[in-house]
Nanobody
Framework: QVRLVESGGGLVQAGDSLTLSCTVS????????MAWFRQAPRKEREFVAG????????SYEDSVKGRFTISRENARNTMFLQMTMLKPEDTALYYC????????????????WGQGTQVTVSS
């Protein structure tokens, strides 16, 4: 079993920065891609960014390109999402996800999910 725990959310003002972390525990052997998703009130969950097992491949949703950076430290079983120039429309519950079948961290199906961390951006 794989357990994911997010942290780092909070209330910030527009233009501020915030870094989210996701720590993986349990079965961590093997190459798994990871990703961040978010879900705003009354909206469907959407892919934000993904990173490959090696960290060499990353992908981003268009609205966060140039503002968000995804990274991971496999030695610490941790993934990060550095968010800059935050906007009110970035307000959402942010989830991390992992899957051994998706080693590149592309948008798609993920088997393991965290409980989410809330990010609220005030205008």
């Amino acid at each position: 079993q794989v357990r994911l725990v997010e942290s780092g959310g909070g209330l910030v003002q527009a233009g501020d920065s915030l870094t989210l972390s996701c720590t993986v525990s349990g079965r961590t052997l093997g190459s798994y891609g990871m990703a961040w998703f978010r879900q705003a009130p009354r909206k469907e969950r959407e892919f934000v960014a993904g990173v490959s097992w090696s960290g060499d491949i990353s992908s981003y949703e268009d609205s966060v390109k140039g503002r968000f950076t995804i990274s991971r430290e496999n030695a610490r079983n941790t993934m990060f999402l550095q968010m800059t120039m935050l906007k009110p429309e970035d307000t959402a519950l942010y989830y991390c996800a992992a899957d051994f079948r998706n080693a590149d961290g592309t948008p798609g199906q993920y088997a393991y999910w965290g409980q989410g961390t809330q990010v609220t951006v005030s205008s």
